[in-house]
């Protein structure tokens, strides 16, 4: 079997042997029963993931996967598409919104080339991003498909391969993020495709273009999924005629997260796009799966209800790079501080009844 084959075999649900484990011991802390809400919650999950009444989250590591997109070239974002490889260099700099929040966060940042429109071999050779890099960009999807269907599975096994080397090296914690310029343009055919709903239903300004660049949008989204027809019941049909390297890239890692038991907090609307690819593709990887806040990207709240996934943060953010999802992690860390250090009534000498009045 392929590395794709043999991940969507292996993914299991969450144990619910462990949740209900994890539960009963959340409920027996000093604390009024459910008085810590969604966090409670969470920490059920992290503890049915790891399989551990201690969960850890130290190792923390957000991935942004780069790539273009041939679609930019009919006029769907308010930035040319030499923005991608601009914005590489300040990841690596350091200075960017991601290494900023990553910091606070204490995850690193690692950036991957899915398929940027620009050279970035030297980043490569002196280590400071990563290579899976399929083309310079996809093709324009309103005239064609996207990419190959082999170039959409080397897209996702490029997020397994890269998951697999992270746990090797010891994660606990892991983010999506993204870069490319016209993205947000991908993410929503995908959605309309998944979801069987219409372009103006899923679209919104992205990098903030004008009434009538988001008239033109629509109408190529439209034109994509004539011209194409990606098969709902085939995601890799759908990411091949309407999706992006690093789309592909970020189902990958969920995927990859779900196979090796990693909680994957998902980032925002692009990052959501690969989400709905990878539970389409393995619907047990969804159990994995944390979504980090919701985006003010028009679909994306579309996107969370596909998914039924209920995010940890509504800051009215919409910038990508797994920005989103890095702030988030301080909250999955709290989640795993609740199970793993709180007292229980017992341990408190605390009477629950007294407790809970």
Same mark, same amino acid.
């Given at each position: 079997m392929s590395l794709l084959e043999t991940t969507i075999a292996g993914i299991e649900p969450v144990s619910g042997q462990w949740r209900q484990k994890a539960r009963k011991h959340l409920d027996n802390l000093a604390i009024p029963r459910g008085s810590l809400g969604e966090l409670l919650n969470l920490a059920e999950q992290l503890?049915?993931?790891?399989?551990?009444?201690?969960?850890? #989250?130290?190792?923390?590591?957000?991935?942004?996967?780069?790539?273009?997109?041939?679609?930019? $070239?009919?006029? #769907?974002?308010?930035?040319?598409?030499?923005?991608?490889?601009?914005? #590489?260099?300040?990841?690596?700099?350091?200075?960017? $919104?991601?290494?900023?929040?990553?910091?606070?966060?204490?995850?690193?940042?690692?950036?991957?080339?899915?398929?940027?429109?620009?050279?970035?071999?030297?980043?490569?050779?002196?280590?400071?991003?990563?290579?899976?890099?399929? $083309?310079?960009?996809?093709?324009?999807?309103?005239?064609?498909?996207?990419?190959?269907r082999e170039q959409a599975n080397?897209?996702?096994?490029?997020?397994?391969?890269?998951?697999?080397?992270?746990?090797?090296?010891?994660?606990?914690?892991?983010?999506?993020?993204?870069?490319?310029?016209?993205?947000?343009?991908?993410s929503a055919a995908i959605l309309a495709a998944l979801a069987g709903l219409p372009a103006r239903e899923v679209t919104g300004r992205g990098t903030g273009i004008s009434d009538e660049a988001l008239e033109n949008k629509i109408r190529v989204i439209d034109a994509a999924l004539a011209v194409n027809r990606p098969d709902a019941h085939d995601p890799v049909d759908v990411l091949a005629k309407v999706g992006g390297f690093e789309i592909g890239g970020i189902a990958g890692l969920i995927l990859g997260a779900a196979y090796y038991k990693i909680p994957v907090v998902v980032d925002g609307f692009i990052s959501s796009a690969g989400a709905l690819l990878a539970k389409a593709l393995?619907?047990?990887?969804?159990?994995?799966?944390?979504?980090?806040?919701?985006?003010?990207?028009?679909?994306?709240?579309?996107?969370?209800?596909?998914?039924?996934?209920?995010?940890?943060?509504?800051?009215?953010?919409?910038?990508?790079?797994?920005?989103?999802?890095?702030?988030?992690?301080?909250?999955?860390?709290?989640?795993?501080?609740?199970?793993?250090?709180?007292?229980?009534?017992?341990?408190a000498g605390v009477t629950p009844d007294e407790a809970r009045e």
């Amino acid at each position: 079997m392929s590395l794709l084959e043999t991940t969507i075999a292996g993914i299991e649900p969450v144990s619910g042997q462990w949740r209900q484990k994890a539960r009963k011991h959340l409920d027996n802390l000093a604390i009024p029963r459910g008085s810590l809400g969604e966090l409670l919650n969470l920490a059920e999950q992290l503890a049915g993931i790891r399989q551990d009444l201690k969960p850890r #989250v130290e190792r923390k590591v957000v991935v942004t996967m780069a790539g273009d997109h041939g679609v930019v $070239a009919a006029g #769907v974002s308010a930035f040319p598409q030499e923005v991608t490889p601009q914005m #590489v260099y300040n990841f690596v700099a350091g200075g960017a $919104a991601i290494n900023v929040i990553a910091r606070v966060a204490g995850a690193r940042v690692v950036v991957v080339d899915m398929g940027v429109a620009g050279d970035l071999s030297g980043l490569v050779e002196r280590g400071q991003i990563l290579s899976y890099r399929i $083309a310079p960009g996809t093709r324009n999807m309103a005239e064609g498909p996207a990419m190959s269907r082999e170039q959409a599975n080397k897209a996702l096994e490029a997020g397994i391969d890269l998951v697999g080397k992270l746990v090797a090296e010891g994660l606990d914690l892991l983010a999506t993020g993204d870069m490319g310029i016209g993205n947000t343009t991908p993410s929503a055919a995908i959605l309309a495709a998944l979801a069987g709903l219409p372009a103006r239903e899923v679209t919104g300004r992205g990098t903030g273009i004008s009434d009538e660049a988001l008239e033109n949008k629509i109408r190529v989204i439209d034109a994509a999924l004539a011209v194409n027809r990606p098969d709902a019941h085939d995601p890799v049909d759908v990411l091949a005629k309407v999706g992006g390297f690093e789309i592909g890239g970020i189902a990958g890692l969920i995927l990859g997260a779900a196979y090796y038991k990693i909680p994957v907090v998902v980032d925002g609307f692009i990052s959501s796009a690969g989400a709905l690819l990878a539970k389409a593709l393995a619907p047990a990887s969804l159990d994995y799966m944390i979504a980090g806040h919701r985006s003010l990207e028009y679909g994306h709240r579309l996107m969370l209800e596909v998914l039924d996934l209920r995010p940890l943060l509504d800051l009215n953010m919409r910038l990508g790079e797994g920005s989103g999802a890095a702030l988030a992690m301080k909250v999955v860390e709290a989640a795993a501080a609740v199970i793993s250090d709180m007292l229980t009534f017992d341990d408190a000498g605390v009477t629950p009844d007294e407790a809970r009045e």
